[in-house]
């Protein structure tokens, strides 16, 4: 069976998730070839240059107007990405006449729209399989001719079903994460080897796929809360932000604390932390600690969500982002911080309240999409075979 995953780059979730799904198939399934591609990548590296671009300095500078975009292609088909993918989708044809694929996966809206109109025009028979990687539901990724939708949870169905995808195509099979989230670590082995106690509780800091200078600022926060906790942070590419933390760590060691000045605070007591750049084991460090403080991105929070990790949340971009912080909010997987000393104490109020620590992780436990590979891959291979049925006899792709 030849699998064709079809994503972009406005964001990391989409690539991250097609990684995982690549994997898992290749993994447990014999005699089958998968292909990733960069859908607007493809088609033009200029296109992809100025929608990535476009998108990363929207959300990061004007995430008000972001929102408002958002918001707006949510109330009805927006003419706007139709034209555009009108335009484009003939730009996908000699890809999918190479490839001559049995099944199109799509983990970004543009490539799900493009491919639909394609098959609308009875250029592709391939079954299309949606997999949506936010926690909330919208228009853009909803069209005719999608075969199965792929959704993070129950909660989406009907919203979906009223916005016009047919209920028996909605599936909350989940958002696929690589295997390695769902596999336990030596928890005292892992930290050690990081300079690190096994015995206090470990706070997971992670900046986001854009990098995020706020979390400076944070971080300044909750290294004055006066209880006995480190620190691992993730910074990601951005390496002015990496350089920062390390300036801004070694500053604070050479620094004597004061004198406490509430139950909660003390200004600038020692926080043992330890700065990571970019790593491919992020599952190894959401493992081992007790919460993590991040953007609520839908592929970080499916990550941290398969290791059971309460999240502290902060920087929501509207529309999707908001979406995902409410969902885990409302589910009692996460609580959301504020800036300033709203932050500190919140923290506070987690890492000394055990017992509240616990039932987060045990919400985050009991929503188990550890089967969302085989069932995605079920729901492949039935499509499949349905479309084979379907065909059989009229000729197309033999």
Known sequence: MKILILTAATGGGHL??????????????EDCEVEIVDTLKYISPLLDKTVTEGYEAMAKRTP???????????????????????????????LVEEFRPDAIISTHPFATEMISLLKEDGK?????????????PH?????????????????MVDT??????????????????????YEKMDRAEVLRQLGLSPDKPTVLIMAGSFGVSNILRIYNNIIKVNLDFQIIVITGKNERLYEAFNKLILRNSRQKPLRDV??????????PTKVLFFTNEVHKYMQISDLIITKPGGLTVSEALACNLPMAIFDAIPGPETENAEFLIDNNMAVKIQ???ACSETIYDLLSNQERLEEMRRSC??????????????EIQKLVKETDELLKGTGIYE
Request: hydrophobic share 30%; charged share 25%.
């Open 160 to 181: 979906m079903a009223k916005m016009g995808a047919p209920r028996e195509k909605i599936h909350p099979y989940g958002i696929p994460v690589e295997e390695s989230f």
């Open 339 to 341: 800036k300033g000393s």
């Open 365 to 378: 436990s009991a929503f188990d999409k550890s089967s969302s590979g085989p069932k995605i891959v079920n």
């Open 139 to 155: 228009r853009a990724w909803i069209h005719p001719y999608v075969d199965s939708y792929i959704v993070s949870n129950e909660g």
């Open 16 to 29: 991250r998730a097609s990684s995982a799904l690549k994997s898992y198939i290749l993994e447990t399934q």
């Open 124 to 136: 592709i028979t391939a079954p299309l399989i949606c997999v949506m990687t936010d926690y909330g």
């Open 262 to 271: 509430s139950v909660k605070l003390k200004p600038k007591p020692s926080k």
């Open 64 to 94: 008000k107007l972001f929102g408002s975009l958002y918001k707006s292609t949510n109330r009805g088909k927006s003419k706007t990405t139709y034209f555009f993918c009108n335009i484009f989708r003939k730009y996908l044809m000699p």
